[in-house]
């Protein structure tokens, strides 16, 4: 089945700063999302970016389809913005669900 | 519009017990997929369902099961209940398959003693 990989794993930034997260993935997906995870559990869906460029306020996210990555950039960081970011997958030829990567740990210091 | 909804919150278990969690889908989602995320990991799959039918398993043994009822909301069973089953359980609806944004629910914290 697909292969997703993320890095980094883990990010300390100080509130202000901008980051990078990538998502690797090993075959050509119809599916490509990213979320971030709240201390509480629940996946916040941020983008469903199989291909292409979105913008969400200080979030966007671009995924080159042809090259199997997707960046997620966060710019001014907040403390709320702490937490899991995982991408997750979904290819035809694999099983009817997304795989998810393993996450990027965020932590936004004050 | 109401989004993915899950019961319980939490729930205790001892090794052996059976437990029924439960998963109502957003409004004008027909798939719901279950998925078992044990602490410091990403969720892995457990199996999708379609029009009432599973429609695709991952790597999780049949006392693990599934239905979905006429108006797409879903329970996830579990036998046999083992320690390493302690897990957050999330349900994921869509319209159609994995293809379409899937939209989580908050999740049931499962402990087994």
């Known amino acids: 089945g697909i292969q997703v990989e993320q890095s980094p794993p883990d990010l300390i930034l100080q509130e202000g700063a901008n980051s990078t997260l990538r998502c690797n993935f090993s075959?050509?997906?119809?599916?490509l999302q990213w979320f971030h995870q709240n201390p509480w559990g629940q996946l916040i869906n941020l983008f469903y970016?199989?291909?292409g460029t979105k913008q969400n306020g200080r979030l966007s996210a671009t995924t080159v389809a042809t090259e199997r990555y997707s960046l997620l950039y966060i710019s001014s960081s907040q403390t709320t913005d702490s937490g899991v970011y995982f991408c997750?997958?979904?290819?035809?030829?694999?099983?009817?669900?997304?795989?998810f990567g393993s996450g990027t740990r965020l932590q936004v210091q004050p | 519009e109401t989004g993915v909804t899950q019961s319980p919150t939490h729930l205790i278990k001892t090794r052996g017990q059976q437990v029924t969690l439960r998963c109502s889908s957003q409004?004008?989602?027909?798939?719901v997929s279950w998925y078992q995320q044990a602490l410091g990991q990403g969720p892995q799959f457990i199996f999708q369902?379609?029009?009432?039918?599973?429609?695709g398993r991952g790597n999780f043994p049949p006392r693990f099961s599934g239905l979905q009822f006429p108006n797409y909301s879903s329970e996830l069973n579990v036998n046999a209940l083992e320690l390493d089953d302690s897990a957050l359980y999330l349900c994921?609806?869509?319209?159609?398959?994995?293809?379409?944004?899937?939209?989580f629910g908050p999740g049931t914290r499962l402990t087994v003693l």
């Open positions: 994921a609806s869509s319209i159609g398959g994995s293809n379409n944004e899937q939209f």
């Open positions: 075959d050509s997906v119809n599916n």
């Open positions: 970016i199989p291909s």
């Open positions: 997750a997958a979904h290819t035809n030829t694999g099983r009817r669900a997304l795989t």
């Open positions: 409004s004008g989602h027909n798939t």
């Open positions: 369902y379609y029009r009432e039918e599973e429609n």
